[in-house]
């Protein structure tokens, strides 16, 4: 069974930056999609990136176009996502994903692709 660990979240100044981590164990990484996605209280989850198993391929947001990168590292089982000049409203709990399908040609933004969920890191951006 998957076992997925966010971290490096944290308290920044608007326009900051932070780089979340990804680290998944337990299931065949290399193969599968990665997601990042983030809630609020009160409101539905919403997609932030992905990346296509070979990392060759990604898909934002449009909100986190220019800002975000999401990457990974296949020989150190991580994903990772880059987040600059940070926003008060990218306040979050943030949250990666496996894809349920492997060898996917192209990554999916639908949480409901998604099978495997870490416990969330949260990031505090302050105005």
């Not at 609020?40 to 947001?61: F, K, L, M, W």
């Not at 979050?92 to 399908?101: H, L, P, Q």
């Not at 639908?110 to 505090?124: C, E, L, M």
């Amino acid at each position: 069974q998957a076992q997925v660990v966010e971290s490096g979240g944290g308290l920044v100044q608007a326009g900051g930056s932070l780089r979340l981590s990804c680290t998944v164990s337990g299931t065949r990484f290399g193969a599968l999609a990665m997601g990042w996605f983030r809630q609020v209280p009160g409101q539905a989850r919403e997609a932030v990136a992905c990346i296509t198993d070979s990392g060759r391929s990604t898909d934002y947001i449009d909100s986190a176009k220019g800002r975000f990168t999401i990457s990974r590292d296949n020989a150190k089982n991580v994903a990772y996502l880059q987040m600059n000049n940070l926003k008060p409203e990218d306040t979050a709990m943030y949250y990666c994903a496996t894809d349920g399908s492997p060898w996917r040609v192209d990554c999916t933004l639908r949480p409901s692709d998604y099978i495997a969920w870490g416990q969330g890191t949260r990031v505090t951006v302050r105005s």
